[in-house]
T-cell receptor, first 113, second 114 residues
Framework: AQSVTQPDIHITVSEGASLELRCNYS??????LFWYVQSPGQGLQLLLK??????LVQGIKGFEAEFKRSQSSFNLRKPSVHWSDAAEYFC???????????FGAGTTVTVRA | KAGVTQTPRYLIKTRGQQVTLSCSPI?????VSWYQQTPGQGLQFLFE???????NKGNFPGRFSGRQFSNSRSEMNVSTLELGDSALYLC?????????????FGQGTRLTVV
């Protein structure tokens, strides 16, 4: 089945440090991939998307993600985290057959002072 | 431009009752999909509607149903509620069908079944 996987359930990072969240995908062709962020009790906000072209995509709030076909990965990065980045992050991919959006299990990010 | 609006935000129901949740997509968007989010199962796809037609359905029992109106607004209904139906129900709208389209989410409806 085509899907995305987030290997890390929880990550703790110090404020000002860099952050990298992992996402692996299993799609037959070049997938359409997304990263979303969810604050407690809220909906999902789209951070960035990858459809084609440049493998490094820029998003909102200073986030970027790199698509690596050789590693089947689409990792999310931020050079310097702020306390407000504490949230749950979801990687998602669209299925080519029925267009369903499938989500990874999510990674909870805790930011310590 | 207004975002995706879900009503109500919070709901408490008793086992055996039925519930209807509403979703108003972003203006001009014609695709609406629904997801159930629980701590144990994560985000699970319920169904998707495009131009009033159900295009996809997830692996949920027939107690879960939905529909889309001509103005693209959508409702989902859960009948004979069970405790396990307690969850955050999220609606997302997209401009069109297809893989190269973003989904924008509402804030969700928190359903508690007691």
């Amino acid at each position: 089945a085509q899907s995305v996987t987030q290997p890390d359930i929880h990550i703790t990072v110090s404020e000002g440090a860099s952050l990298e969240l992992r996402c692996n995908y299993s799609y037959g062709a070049t997938p359409y991939l997304f990263w979303y962020v969810q604050s407690p009790g809220q909906g999902l906000q789209l951070l960035l998307k990858y459809f084609s072209g440049d493998t490094l995509v820029q998003g909102i709030k200073g986030f970027e993600a790199e698509f690596k076909r050789s590693q089947s990965s689409f990792n999310l990065r931020k050079p310097s985290v702020h306390w407000s980045d504490a949230a749950e992050y979801f990687c998602a991919g669209r299925d080519f057959i029925d267009y369903k959006l499938s989500f990874g299990a999510g990674t909870t990010v805790t930011v310590r002072a | 431009k207004a975002g995706v609006t879900q009503t109500p935000r919070y709901l408490i129901k008793t086992r055996g009752q039925q519930v209807t949740l509403s979703c108003s997509p972003i203006s001009g968007h014609r695709s609406v999909s629904w997801y159930q989010q629980t701590p144990g199962q994560g985000l699970q796809f319920l169904f998707e509607y495009f131009s009033e037609t159900q295009r996809n359905k997830g692996n949920f029992p027939g107690r879960f149903s939905g529909r889309q109106f001509s103005n693209s607004r959508s409702e989902m209904n859960v009948s004979t509620l069970e405790l396990g139906d307690s969850a955050l129900y999220l609606c997302a709208s997209s401009l069109k069908e297809g893989t190269n389209t973003e989904a924008f989410f509402g804030q969700g409806t928190r359903l508690t079944v007691v």
